[in-house]
């Protein structure tokens, strides 16, 4: 088709008349379908791609969230792990601290190793007297006031001896003073026991308001 050609197609496209497509020439026709089927096509495509691409934003939020909840669990679970094995190394660390601490039956023989101790470095006690218990939660703690002469090694290697016992023994309260031929030392030992189950159940007895079961 030259110039002039396409100029009078495009001038009898302009000239169309709308309300009568029948009259149209076959060109004009074709021409006419293909752009009303290709409209057609993209409206349709349009309108269910938008239905897709909704359904895939919100799939994608879904996903995103799905990944929030996951690391977070995970970071729980992991907590979680680390929890619990600090609860069972407390309870190792716990276990192996009440090993230390005798019970209420043993109480006189570690009275007595301490006693042995102070002979054992040729002290001479003036006094070793135990006191009243004092109840402190899972524990009970005796006081025993003790007054003992000899040299300063003896006493020292005595306050070495009651730290390696297999119980729990300190030394508080500590004044060395000199004596006539011999140093004095006073001091408090205190040493712990654990109380059996009747006892802790009549502390918490004790511990519950009047009136509550």
Same mark, same amino acid.
């Given at each position: 088709?030259?110039?002039?050609?396409?100029?009078?197609?495009?001038?009898?496209?302009?000239?169309l008349?709308?309300?009568?497509?029948? &009259?149209?020439?076959?060109?004009? @026709?074709? !021409?006419?379908? /293909?752009?009303?089927?290709?409209?057609? /096509?993209?409206?349709?495509? %349009?309108?269910?791609?938008?239905?897709?691409?909704? =359904?895939?934003g919100?799939?994608?939020? #879904? +996903?995103?969230?799905?990944?929030? =909840?996951?690391?977070?669990?995970? @970071?729980?679970?992991?907590?979680?792990?680390?929890?619990?094995?600090?609860?069972? #190394?407390?309870?190792?660390?716990?276990?192996?601290?009440l090993?230390?601490?005798p019970?209420?039956?043993?109480?006189?023989?570690l009275?007595?190793?301490?006693?042995? *101790?102070? %002979?054992?470095?040729?002290?001479?006690?003036?006094?070793?007297?135990?006191?009243?218990?004092? $109840?402190?939660?899972?524990?009970? +703690?005796q006081? !025993?006031t003790?007054? /003992? =002469?000899?040299?300063?090694?003896?006493?020292?290697?005595?306050?070495?001896?009651? &730290?390696?016992?297999?119980?729990? /023994?300190?030394?508080?309260? !500590?004044?060395?003073?000199?004596?006539?031929?011999?140093?004095? $030392?006073?001091?408090? &030992?205190?040493?712990?026991?654990?109380?059996?189950?009747? +006892?802790? &159940?009549?502390?918490?007895?004790a *511990?519950?308001? *009047?009136?509550?079961?």
């Open positions: 088709m030259n110039l002039d050609g396409l100029k009078q197609s495009l001038i009898d496209l302009k000239n008349n709308p309300k009568t497509p029948g &009259a149209w020439p076959w060109p004009a @026709k074709i !021409i006419a379908f /293909v752009a009303l089927f290709v409209a057609v /096509v993209v409206a349709g495509a %349009l309108l269910i791609w938008q239905d897709q691409l909704e =359904t895939l919100k799939v994608q939020d #879904e +996903e995103g969230q799905l990944k929030e =909840t996951f690391l977070a669990k995970k @970071k729980q679970a992991i907590n979680l792990d680390l929890i619990k094995k600090q609860l069972n #190394e407390t309870q190792e660390s716990f276990g192996a601290l090993k230390q601490l019970s209420k039956s043993e109480m006189d023989a009275l007595t190793d301490i006693n042995q *101790a102070g %002979l054992g470095r040729g002290l001479q006690f003036e006094l070793f007297r135990p006191g009243g218990e004092t $109840m402190n939660g899972a524990f009970a +703690e006081p !025993i003790i007054k /003992v =002469t000899g040299n300063y090694d003896d006493i020292g290697k005595f306050a070495s001896d009651i &730290a390696m016992l297999p119980r729990i /023994v300190t030394l508080n309260d !500590i004044a060395i003073n000199p004596g006539a031929n011999s140093l004095i $030392m006073d001091a408090t &030992a205190r040493t712990f026991r654990y109380l059996d189950d009747s +006892e802790v &159940a009549a502390q918490k007895k *511990a519950k308001p *009047a009136g509550a079961k």
